[in-house]
T-cell receptor, first 115, second 114 residues
Framework: DTGVSQDPRHKITKRGQNVTFRCDPI?????LYWYRQTLGQGPEFLTY????????KSRLLSDRFSAERPKGSFSTLEIQRTEQGDSAMYLC?????????????FGPGTRLTVT | RKEVEQDPGPFNVPEGATVAFNCTYS??????FFWYRQDCRKEPKLLMS???SGNEDGRFTAQLNRASQYISLLIRDSKLSDSATYLC???????????????FGSGTRLQVQP
């Protein structure tokens, strides 16, 4: 499968625990995005990498959230001291920076449930 | 006011019907426009881009009115497999980072019934 992959697909955790999600983008894509989607809403932008550089973070990304893309390939999103309000689908997307950069390809998402 | 507004539906239509979805956006700096499709508990997938001249892909027709900041999607001869949520998406360049920001509407749910 040459699409965007995410791991795990589902995560149930207790409030206060830390969780980490992984995203593997399409191999030729140098741009990587994280989004969050809650029930009945469209995805909302969280953060963006071009290669290994994190170029932008949304105001939605509190201090408890951190994202990395150390070698410009896969990325991780960590949430510390999870809260029930963090329950959502976390989506990763990737794209080229040339050609049609607006065509973002999404992974299957990680569904987080905080109990 | 949300940057991208859609009627949430659901739209319940019989097979073979024609259905139209509308969307408005508030940011005149928006540069590109799309419809994404999202099946239940799945990721969004690009359905089609939307051009000022209007564009068609099989049973799907998309139109853009920049003056009114309005986007539409028309589905003809609905199939059961068209049942999904349709997300209206606008895109603009953000600052100097090169990021092309996708802003999603909340989606319109379509249920095609036999």
């Amino acid at each position: 499968d040459t699409g965007v992959s995410q791991d795990p697909r589902h995560k149930i955790t207790k409030r206060g625990q830390n969780v980490t999600f992984r995203c593997d983008p399409i191999s030729e894509h140098n741009r990587l995005y994280w989004y969050r989607q809650t029930l009945g809403q469209g995805p909302e932008f969280l953060t963006y990498f071009q290669n290994e550089a994190q170029l932008e973070k949304s105001r939605l990304l509190s201090d408890r959230f951190s994202a990395e893309r150390p070698k410009g390939s896969f990325s991780t999103l960590e949430i510390q001291r999870t809260e029930q309000g963090d329950s959502a689908m976390y989506l990763c997307a990737s794209s080229f920076s040339r050609g049609q950069p607006y065509e973002q390809y999404f992974g299957p998402g990680t569904r987080l449930t905080v109990t | 006011r949300k940057e991208v507004e859609q009627d949430p539906g659901p739209f319940n239509v019989p097979e073979g019907a024609t259905v139209a979805f509308n969307c408005t956006y508030s940011n005149s700096a928006s540069q590109s426009f799309f419809w994404y499709r999202q099946d239940c508990r799945k990721e969004p997938k690009l359905l089609m881009s939307v051009y000022s001249s209007g564009n068609e892909d099989g049973r799907f027709t998309a139109q853009l009115n920049r003056a009114s900041q309005y986007i539409s999607l028309l589905i003809r001869d609905s199939k059961l497999s068209d049942s999904a949520t349709y997300l209206c998406v606008v895109n603009k360049q953000v600052g100097d980072t090169g990021r092309r920001a996708l802003t999603f509407g909340s989606g319109t749910r379509l249920q095609v019934q036999p």
